[in-house]
C-alpha cells in the first residue's frame, strides 16, 4: 500500500512539474500573473489511482516495474460462514 502510495505521490508530482516547465517554457516575463499552482494541481490523482487499484485488484507501480493482479478481492457477504471463509484465505 505505501508503494502504491509513493508511486502516485511521484506521478502527481511529475505532472506539476510538466505543468511548472510548460508555463516557463513560454515568454512570460511581460505579463504580470503569476504561476498558479493549485490550477496544475489535480488533487484526485491519488484517490483515484487508490480507488482504482483497491476495486480492481490490480497494482501497477509503473516506478518500480511490478505489476501485481489479485491483490484485493471483493468481500462476499452471502452469509456469514462465507465471509469468515473467504477472510482466512492466504494468496501465496
Known amino acids: 500500500m505505501s508503494l502504491l502510495f509513493e508511486d502516485l505521490f511521484k506521478r502527481m508530482n511529475s505532472e506539476i512539474k510538466k505543468e511548472v516547465d510548460k508555463y516557463y517554457a513560454k515568454d512570460h516575463s511581460k505579463k504580470t500573473k503569476p504561476f498558479e499552482v493549485t ?32 491483490v484485493t478481492e471483493v468481500l462476499s457477504r452471502l452469509s456469514y460462514i462465507a465471509s469468515l471463509g473467504m477472510m482466512t484465505r492466504i494468496n501465496s
Not at 496544475?40 to 516506478?63: D, E, P, V, Y
Open 39 to 70: 490550477q496544475a494541481f489535480k488533487s484526485n490523482t491519488i484517490t483515484m489511482g487508490m480507488a482504482n487499484a483497491l476495486t480492481t485488484g490490480n497494482w501497477s507501480l509503473k516506478r518500480f516495474k511490478m505489476e501485481r493482479a489479485g
